[in-house]
């Protein structure tokens, strides 16, 4: 399967809106049952710069990338969010596109990608760590799902010429 790792387009969109529909879970967000409309979803991607992965079928997963605030002293950091269809995982998606994310940083002299992580989800901790992130902080209790609470990590990804 040949996999582009592109910037997201406008006929996207509505792909990227039902992928994400179905991806998200009670074990790897804690908003999984806040699903948007169309028009609502439509209109928070203005503000998103995304990459997608995508085969001659159909987009397998994506990766956003944004300074956490609009502060000056957050102009190098990017917060992430990535997500790959169920059907595409373990195929090496997720780490092609932190892969073009990084060298987009790289471009643009960004030191410090960051992205949070569910304690419900070892799976993606264990491939971040895989990639070279490192965990930061640990946010104990910071979810209540599902009758239970959910501990947060924090990782981050620390280019090599800002160390």
Same mark, same amino acid.
């Given at each position: ?78 917060? @992430?969010?990535?997500? =790959?269809? %169920?059907? /595409?995982?373990? !195929?090496? &998606? *997720? $780490?092609? @596109?932190?892969?073009? =994310?990084? %060298?987009? /940083?790289?471009? !643009?002299? &960004? *030191? $410090? ?51």
């Amino acid at each position: 399967m040949t996999v582009t790792i592109r910037a997201i387009q406008d006929s996207d969109i509505p792909v990227l809106w039902k992928l994400e529909e179905n991806m998200w879970t009670n074990d790897n967000t804690p908003n999984a049952n806040q699903q948007l409309s169309f028009d609502a979803y439509e209109k928070s991607q203005k503000d998103r710069e995304i990459l997608v992965a995508a085969n001659d079928d159909s987009l397998l997963g994506f990766i956003s990338y944004k300074n956490p605030t609009t502060m000056s002293s957050h102009s190098r950091q990017w917060e @992430l969010g990535i997500g =790959v269809a %169920e059907e /595409a995982q373990g !195929q090496g &998606i *997720g $780490k092609k @596109l932190i892969a073009a =994310v990084i %060298e987009k /940083a790289r471009q !643009q002299n &960004i *030191g $410090k990608l960051s992205l949070r992580v569910m304690d419900s989800n070892p799976r993606a901790r264990k491939s971040y760590e895989a990639l070279g992130f490192v965990r930061e902080a640990h946010y104990k209790n910071e979810f209540w799902i599902n009758n239970h609470w959910v501990d947060d990590y924090h990782y981050a990804y620390y280019l090599e010429d800002t160390l």
